[in-house]
C-alpha cells in the first residue's frame, strides 16, 4: 500500500473511528485502525464489535492495499506531525513508514486480513433528519439514561418513528425525558433502541449544521448512521422498551409558568448545601405567585422566592435537584410551564406543543 | 459587621486570597478567609503560615467588624450568586447572613480573634519591577526545580539582586535554569530562597501587564509581594543556594543555531517512542550542517534531521528528551544557539547577552 493525503485530512479522519476502538479489549484488531487503499479511495475502520465507524478521506493511492496499526500510536504520530502532506508506505512484513516532510517514522502493523469489517446493513427502513437535529435530541434526552448494566434497556434510548414524527425517550427509573421531532416527510413506522454510548459517540463526532442531512438506517440488529464519508453502524439492544404513555398524563393541581434561568440558578445555590450522598430533597413551596425554596443542612441555610405565574393549588413537593437540573439545562425556552398533581405524583415540563416533556418523580419529604 | 460590594469584587478577592488557603491542614483557621470591615476598608485575608495573602476590594461598609468563613463554602456560594450587589451581616453567634437579590444564606463562622494575620515585614530591602517580567521569570525558570522534599534548597528558586541586575536560578540535579532581567534602577544586594509553591501561586494571581508595577520586600525569614491592593507574603527558604557559576562555563566545541519551533516539534515527535519510565536517551548526531535525531524502541522507529549552523566539532550525545523540551518550551527566541563540549559534558542553551541560560546534563547512551 502506498497512499499520500494532508495532515489535517488523515488526523480528522482517524478522530472520527477513533470512537470506536475499544479501550478495554485486549485483543489487538479491537485497538487498531484499518487503512484500506482501493484505487478510487482511503478508507480507515475502526469497530470494537458493539460500534462500528468508517470513514473516506481525500487523498492519493500509488499502490493499493491495506494494513492495520495500533490507533493510539497512529494518532499520537499524526497528531504531531507538521501540517503538511503524509505519505504511508507498508512493505512486505506490515511495516509501515510515515513520512511528512523531514520526519520518517517505521512502526509494525499486521495485514488487516482478520480485521472486523462493518456489518453490511439492508437499507430498507430508514429517515433523515438534519446532522444539528439529531444532536439537539441527543442532547436534550441522554442524561437520563442509566448507568446500571442490570437494567440494560435504561442504558439506551428508544428512538421510534411514527409518520413523520421522530420520538426519542429515556428514563432511569426516576424520571423519563421525551423529545419529538417533526421529519420532513413520513416514514415507515421504526420502534429500536439505540446504545447510550453510540449516541454519545455520534454527538461528538458529527459537526454539521442544521443544512447538513445524516440518513438513519434499522435493521432488527443494527442502526447505521451516514453522512457525508462516514458510516457509523451500531449493535442495537434487544428487548421491549417500557411503556411510558401511560405516565404521561396531563391532568394537574398545579401549574406554573416560570423563568427558566432564574429557577435554575436558584437550584444551583440551593444544592451547595446538599452533599452528594444524603439523600435530601430540595423543598418548594408553590404558593400565590412565588415559590419559595428553602434547604437547612449542617453547613448553613438557604432561602430564596421567585415569581411564578401560577394555576390552581398551593403545593408543597420535594426534589433531587440535580434532577431538576438537568432537564432545566437542556431546554432552550426562557420561560417554561411545569405541571404538580401533589407532593407523591410526578411533574412534567413540558411546552404547549409537547415536543419536549420531562417527567420527574419527587422526593418524600420526610426522607 | 455589615458591609455591601459588587459580585465581582468579591469574587476576585476570594479568588486572589484563595491562594493562601490550606488544602491538607485540618485546622479550621487555614481553611478560613477573614473577612474584616474597618470604617474605610474591607480586607480579605488568608493564610497557611507558609503563606498569607490578603487584598482589599471596594465596597461599603456600615458596620466595622470581622468574621472567619470556610473559604470554600463562602467561594461557592458567591460564585454562584447573580451578578449584582452582595451585602453580608453578621450576628453576635458570628453566623453570617449573605444577601444577594432574592437569595438569602445564613453560614456559620467564627470570631476571627484567633486568625493569623500576616506577619509585619520591614520595608528595608525592595525591588520594583513589572508584574509582567515577575510573571516572565518564574514561568522561565520553575519548570526545573525538585519536586522532592528531602533537597528542600531545590523546590525554591534564588533571587539574587545585584546593582540593578536581578537574577532568578532553580536547579533540580540535572538542569539549572538561569534568567536574567535588567531592573530600572540599582538596588541594595539580596539573596533569597523563595518556595516554588509561592512563586507559582504568585503568578496566577498576578493579572497586570509591562506598565503595572510590583514591588518585592524581603527579611532575613520572608518576602513580600505588594501590587495594587494585594499583599503576598511568603515565609522564604533557610539554607545556602547551591554555587553554580563554575558550572556555567562559556567554553565549547561545538555551537550550532537552531530553529527552535523545528527542534522542538522534532524531539516532541521522537519522545512518543519513550516509554514514561525507560531511561532510554535521545539521541542527536550533529554532523557538518545537520542535526540527526534517531530514535528505535519496541514501539517503532523515528529519524528526522533538522537544517543547523555548526561551529567546531561533530558531536553525537544523548538526553532526557523533557528536559530539552522543558527549556525549549519557554524560551521566545525564534532561533537559539546551544553550546557543547562532549558527550559526557553539559550543553548550554544561551542567548548572546546571557539573560537566558539553561544548562541540561546529557544521559548515557549505553543505559
Redesign the interface.
Known sequence: MKISCSKTALMNGINIVSKAVSTKSTMPNLQCILIEASPSEIRLIANDIELGIETVIEGTVTEAGKIALDAK?LS??VR???DSEVLIETNANYQANIRCE???????GTSGEDFNYLPEIEKNRYISLSQFTLKEVIRQTIFSISDQENTKIMTGELFEVTGNTLKVVSLDGHRISVRKVELKESYEDMKVIVPGKTLNDISKILTGGIEDEILIYVTDKHILFEYENTKVVSRLLDGEFYKIDHMLSNDYETKFTINKKEFL??I??AS?FIKENDKKPIVMNIENSNIYLRIDSS????????EIKKEGQDLKIGFNPKFLMDALRVIDDDEIDIYMINAKSPCFIRNADDTYVYLILPVNMAA
Chains 1, 2 share one sequence.
Open positions: 500510536l499520537d504520530i504531531k506531525l507538521p523531514r520526519s520518517k517514522f517505521n512502526i509494525p440558578d436558584c444551583d445555590r451547595l453547613l448553613g441555610s438557604m432561602n430564596e422566592e421567585i
